[in-house]
């Protein structure tokens, strides 16, 4: 989709709410949350500007200026989600801010960036685009401008629906490498396994179901919690390991949040009782 402003919904979290689940887990900042956070156990942070700007009622858990997170000590954050944020600044200080964005996560962290894309959003000055905007933002440019030491784990252009931004996310090395996962043509044929709770023997009675999956040719992705994700981190028939902690998606977003996921593969297997 190429952004409108008769089809801009304003609500861009809700776009990619549940693709964000398995990098948000433990502790971390939604920065430039606006109006609702993503999660309610990530820690709401705007400066409100947008309440001067558009009228908008914002009330973060910290009103605060995304740019100096100093009450938040090195490495304290597990993630830091934004979402269309960071065009709002000079491109010249991009550079300074992902800095500080990126010193308060944790080794093997997330740094989860949603951004308006200048393929299908209007560029900076052009009619249409929000006068705030101080950048053309794709993916690059934001490669360019982020410290050493990560690798590019999600790289989507997401332009589908309603739709017309870029899905950066971020993993933090404890080496000064910069490395970006290859692109790869989507697998033909898509599973999805579903086993939740702490039960071990349950997990692992799902690593046979996996295996008979994947000699029929299947790409096997498999959704489960802590702690029984350990006993399968290198089982070599799950392609993809999707962890949510316990209650990470509150009870009441269930639906729309499997609905969605089942919807990006070709089949699904429910071995969750509570499923």
Known sequence: MTWSQETSCGDETSKIRWEIVPFCRGRGLDLGCGPKKAYPHMIGIDSCKDTELFGIPIKPD??????????????????????????????EDVPKILREWWRVIAVGGFLILYLPDEDTYPK?????????HKWNVNAFKVCEAMPKGWDLIEDQKRSDANEYSIFLVFRKRADK?????PRRDPPEKTIALTRFGAAIGDV??????????????????LFTSPPADQVILTDPNI????????????NEWLGDYWCYWRSRFERWVYLAECM
């Open 62 to 91: 910290l009103k605060l200026d995304v740019t100096d997170l100093s009450m938040f000590s090195n490495g304290s954050m597990n993630f830091v989600y934004s979402s269309h944020t960071l065009e709002h600044f000079p491109y």
């Open 124 to 132: 900076v000055g052009e009619p249409g685009a929000n006068p705030d």
């Open 177 to 181: 490498e910069r490395r970006v996962k």
């Open 204 to 221: 692992l009675l799902v690593s046979s179901v996996a295996a008979g999956l994947k000699k029929q040719g299947y790409h096997v992705t």
């Open 239 to 250: 392609d993809r390991l999707i962890v949510q902690d316990d209650g990470q998606v509150p």
